[in-house]
């Protein structure tokens, strides 16, 4: 009995065996390439990124996939999708950096396996540098909060955390949130709602600001903070909505007015000056130069709106700005014209080694999301010469984005993949400007995780480490509406 018990269990074990390890069989080849999704066919990836899984897009029993690399290391995934092994993906990039991983795809369908045709990953030699990315996760619709909040990822792993979220402070809105070049030790972000409130965190230490001030005439909105840490520029916006009933970019937004200006921390001072305080113009998003030196942001002739927002159109311009002072210069420059090729420049961002700006090109506005046409361009700042990136473009809305600390790798939002959804793009920048093709931000099982999501992913930036905020107290001081006052002071 036991014997016969033992011959079983032996077949049992052996019949799992062979399900578990159910392998290439003299496949069909194809010509081919796999339609895989995500599509990480021709791509770069940093070394220390997360695996790149993927799945099948039709109907697959099963997939069996290598990746080899040229120093002749190896990986392999055989099951329902590709899945590798974290230890053995990282060892496998670094042990090829700078070179080419070669990605041999075989599936499985109607017990029918086929061998399609090899695509190539390429490990930049370029470091990323960066723990991982912050990002707002939100329901794509914005006519209410609902369920959103701030979140971090670790780009090494699969592993997400939240930083706050409004399941802690119902009704309330987090948003525009913000590092010091990645660096979270200085963190930033806007509270909107009835318990409104601008954040900032420094070396663990938190203040909230009141949102609201007459003299500001809004909030304290789009930050940016000044490489040495001493200020954060601001715009404070008198924002609004407006809806479609019938237009692929369905929601439009617009400020009855908006200025811009510069928080010093240390005295709660706001400062601003009449050349960023116009009463015809809109200014708006700003940034700070590398060297602390040059405050840019976009501005534009105020409309009257709703009725003429398609009218609404920005360009990039530029004021000197003195750190050891506070004070700023004495003239404004323009630094991009869109408004002479009838399109709208929206959210700046200089890298961090002074070479460019990074912008989003649209018909109007400034709040791409939802404009189609929307897409990235670069600025070069020792040229002065602007192109659009069709590196990385899509024929759907092109939106937000950021650098990572040495300028090499940028996060952009893009709705390519379903033109509903804002989902999570990296691509490399090598010494001469070129941008590598993107890639979707890897996830576990993503033809799942992105299916299953009802959420956009917006406001990316890079961070150096993992942010500490304890959420839990942020939400009780949030609700208890205690605020620091701000003064405001002329230039």
């Not at 990315?133 to 329901?139: E, K, M, N, S, V």
């Not at 660096?183 to 709602?193: E, I, L, S, T």
């Not at 942001?297 to 050891?324: G, V, W």
């Not at 990385?392 to 390519?416: K, L, M, Q």
């Amino acid at each position: 009995m036991k014997k016969t018990i033992f011959i079983l269990f032996a077949a049992i074990l052996s019949l799992g065996w062979v399900a578990c390890t159910d392998k290439p069989d003299s496949p069909v080849k194809s010509n081919e390439l796999p339609p895989i999704y995500p599509d990480y066919a021709g791509v770069t990836v940093p070394v220390g990124i997360a695996p790149l899984n993927f799945n099948m897009k039709g109907d697959c029993e099963r997939m069996d996939v290598t990746i080899k690399g040229a120093d002749g290391t190896e990986v392999n995934a055989n099951g329902d999708y590709a899945d590798f092994d974290i230890d053995d993906w990282h060892a496998l990039l670094e042990s090829n950096k700078g070179k080419d991983l070669m990605v041999t795809v075989c599936a499985k369908n109607e017990g029918a396996w086929t061998q399609y045709k090899d695509f190539t990953i390429h490990v930049s030699p370029y470091a990323l540098d960066e723990w991982g990315l912050t990002y707002r996760r939100i329901a794509p619709g914005y006519e209410v909060f609902s369920h959103m909040g701030i979140y971090q990822r670790d780009l090494s792993s699969f592993d997400e955390y939240e930083i706050i979220s409004n399941t802690r402070i119902p009704g309330q809105c987090v948003n525009c949130h913000t590092s010091n070049r990645t660096d979270p030790a200085q963190f930033v972000f806007h509270v909107r709602g009835d318990h409104g409130a601008t954040m900032i965190q420094r070396d663990g230490q938190r203040e909230w600001l009141k949102a609201k001030n007459d003299l500001l005439g809004g909030s304290m909105v789009y930050p940016y903070w000044h490489p040495t840490g001493k200020y954060c520029a601001f715009s404070t916006n008198q924002t609004r909505q407006s809806f479609h009933t019938m237009d692929d970019n369905r929601i439009e937004v617009f400020d009855l007015s908006s200025d811009v200006f510069v928080y010093n921390p240390e005295t709660r001072e706001v400062i601003t000056d009449s050349l960023l305080s116009t009463p015809d113009w809109s200014e708006n998003t700003p940034v700070f130069s590398p060297d602390g030196r040059t405050l840019y942001y976009m501005t534009c002739r105020q409309q009257e709106y709703p009725a003429h927002y398609q009218d609404e159109k920005y360009n990039l311009c530029k004021i000197s700005f003195d750190p050891e002072t506070g004070r700023y210069g004495d003239h404004v420059d323009t630094v991009f014209n869109a408004v002479k090729m009838g399109k709208s420049l929206t959210w700046p961002r200089p890298s961090y080694d002074g070479k460019y700006i990074l912008f989003t090109l649209m018909d109007y506005g400034y709040f791409s999301v939802w404009h189609k046409e929307a897409d990235q361009w670069l600025l070069n700042l020792q040229t002065g010469e602007a192109r659009a990136l069709d590196e990385i473009n899509s024929p759907d809305a092109e939106s937000y984005h950021n650098w990572n600390v040495n300028s090499h790798w940028v996060v952009f939002t893009s709705r390519r993949e379903n033109g509903l959804y804002t989902q999570l793009f990296l691509a490399e920048i090598d010494d001469q400007g070129r941008f590598s093709k993107p890639f979707l931000l890897p996830q576990r099982n993503p033809k799942e995780y992105y299916a299953e999501t009802v959420y956009s992913f917006n406001t990316p930036d890079f961070t150096k480490t993992k942010v500490d905020f304890d959420s839990r107290s942020a939400a009780r001081e949030i609700l208890s509406d205690e605020r620091v006052e701000t003064k405001v002071v002329g230039n």
